[in-house]
């Protein structure tokens, strides 16, 4: 059972991504957040020292979630991931939608959480790929892997901000049937 701080701690966070739909985050004052959010101003600095502070955290759960996530999926050297893994991911953006459509807006605070999260997946790609294909130079899958990344993200944010309007298997055959006709890149 949640307690009252998670309560509270969730409302302040929840409004401030929706906040950062159409606000960046400069120009969001701890005032309008509390305001939106119903809460006081002190209850807010009991737990926060700033804005910045609440989207911070907001960052760093959804990097480490990501990041476990990733983990469970020990990638296998004699293929490419399945519509399963790719289901499984759009599933984990769909639980997370709000937060990921406020980092892929153009209000987006900054890009260092998509970084480490693209370089996350750059070092498991690496090493699946490596393995798959043991002629192909590191830089050569490099760049198949910032275009798939690259892609993904354009792919995630018109999803997101279309109102998720096709089913995350949908999404995952999509995602599977790109990233595997591209792989072809790399023979």
Known sequence: MPTKKSKTTEKIKNCLVEMLQ?????????????????????TFYYH??????????????????FIQWMSQYNIDSNRLPDKVFYVSFF???????????????????????LA??????RKTALSMLS????????????????FIANGFLGLL?????????????DMAETSERISTLGVAYLS
């Open 131 to 146: 393995k798959f294909f043991p002629q192909c130079p590191a830089a050569k899958i490099d760049y198949y892997y910032m």
């Open 157 to 169: 944010a018109y999803w997101l901000n279309n109102g998720m309007k096709e089913s995350t298997s």
């Open 116 to 121: 480490r999260v693209i370089e996350a997946g």
């Open 48 to 65: 926060y020292d700033s804005v910045q502070n609440v989207l911070s955290e907001i960052e760093s759960t959804l990097e480490s979630e």
């Open 22 to 42: 159409t606000h960046p985050i400069q120009d969001i004052t701890a005032i309008e957040l509390c305001n939106r959010a119903g809460v006081k101003r002190a």
């Open 91 to 113: 599933e984990f953006v769909a639980r997370n939608a709000g937060v990921c459509r406020m980092l892929l807006n153009t209000q987006r605070p900054s890009d260092e959480l």
